[in-house]
């Protein structure tokens, strides 16, 4: 498997962004049913797991969410609408920032505690404010979704630290103008420019030192603190047993035993079974995980035959991973396979 596809199946989203996009599609009328069907993600192991998504994972909750509301704006929609508490210790030192330069400047270097897969970048030209974003990860058919999240959150924590919307900022996205561009420019009510080089926000000059009304040094220095240590952790590939999954899914073909696997981090079996304990997971489970989603990857998004794919899985007896496989997802190897050419 190539890195590029590799990495949409990374852990690189924090959960809290999936649980805010089935709440608001529970909130407009749908049912567990439509909004996971053919996911292959539960509500209750979303609430209940505290591990990153993966770009592959979110992609399917995405697509059935602009499947059931027929709304393509609907990232921007939820991320205008996504209180500031919920971007964690982020959203923290975004309120309790002392002006608004300060507020970019952290927003731009502490994103990743939250998405990794992009980069934000603030600088100062002219007066102005500008925060350039950069995709670490092609986002292909969840651009648009997830470009509008973060803008539309962007617009609700400057909006909660100020009197009103910000006048004067200015906006770029790297895609062609939509049918529906006038909900971008309502929800934001500033310029939109579309088929830009990049995705831009600009701030005016005379916006830059205002103060934030929210603003509170003590908390902010606890909440910097936080990002810091969040940051420091995700840098060494996050929990534990987000590093441990990390680690299985560069082993396709030969995954290794759970006491392989402590051989790897220096550390005794039982400490291994320890630490995912502490995370409320298994080796095991993990394994399955990997597994479960390569296979799965495999299956809809390449040509290869299922007897290949088995022995990419570390499983030299292809009735043995079918039986596995129905495990997983109550249906059998071909009939995933078929069901993703209709």
Known sequence: MADKEMDRLKP??????????????????????????????????????????????????IRRALLLTTEPWIGLKIGA?????????LGYAVVSAPDMRT????????????????????EESDGWGRLRLHEKTDLGDCREFLLGALLGSYFQMTDSVS?????GARVQLPFPRPPWAEHYERLLGCPVTFDADCFLVEMPP???AAPCLTADPAMHRNAIRDCEHQLKQLEK???????????????????????????????????????LKAEDTRYQELLDDVRSELAAWLLTETS????????QLGYQDTSNFSRTFRRWFQMTPLAMRKASEV
């Open 12 to 61: 690189a989203i924090h959960p809290t962004y999936s649980r805010v996009l089935c709440a608001h599609l529970k909130q407009e009328g749908f049912s567990d049913a439509d909004i996971f069907s053919g996911t292959r993600l539960a509500w209750q192991e979303l609430l209940s797991e505290h591990r990153y998504l993966s770009l592959e994972q979110l992609s399917r909750l």
């Open 81 to 89: 609408n996504t209180p500031v508490s919920a971007h964690g210790a």
């Open 103 to 122: 507020l970019l400047s952290v927003v731009a270097r502490f994103v990743g505690v939250r998405l990794q897969l992009i980069r934000l970048e603030f």
């Open 163 to 167: 009197t009103g919307r910000i006048g």
């Open 206 to 208: 005379e916006q830059l």
């Open 237 to 275: 590939g996050g929990p534990f047993s987000q590093q441990v999954s990390l680690v299985l899914l560069d082993c396709q073909g030969a995954f290794p035993s759970l006491e392989s696997m402590a051989e790897k981090f220096a550390m005794s079996p039982r400490t291994l079974i320890r630490k």
């Open 304 to 311: 290869l035959p299922i007897e290949r794919i088995a022995e």
